[in-house]
Structures are given as C-alpha cells and as structure tokens.
C-alpha cells in the first residue's frame, strides 16, 4: 500500500473510546478524562464520543515533541 493510500485510510478511521483507550494503552476513564480538559481531539455525535485516528497520530507526534524539548532543556540546564 503506497504512503498516499495510508494517509487517506486513517483520515477516514473513526475510533471509539474504547477503541482509543486500546490504541493508546491507557483506561477509558483516562480518554474521557482526556477529552474533557481538551487535551485529545474528539468529537461528541449525540451521546458518544468518536475519535479521528490521523489527529490523535498528529496529537501523540506533539506529544512526544514537546516531551523530547522539555527532556533536552532540562538536562541543558
């Protein structure tokens, strides 16, 4: 599968809490916690949550990125 066809799969990848919480490995009390400080991308249909999986991908990138600056900047000082 070419990198373009990846791309648009997992734009169109539509998860559940329960389904957020396996990817990520943590609790579904803990994504839901998540969601309501804002912290993860979501979107509510009703009364359930939906997830795109392209932007917790892009959220878990920022993540790291901002972890991997605070580490540096420490050990820098």
Known sequence: MTKNV??????LTILTVREVAEYLRMSETKVYRLVK???LPA???GK???????LLDDWLSQC?????KADSESVNS
């Open 6 to 11: 990846q791309v648009k799969k997992d734009y």
């Open 37 to 39: 400080e804002h912290h």
């Open 43 to 45: 979107v509510r249909i």
């Open 48 to 54: 359930v949550w939906r997830f795109r999986k392209d």
């Open 64 to 68: 790291t990125e901002s972890n991997l």
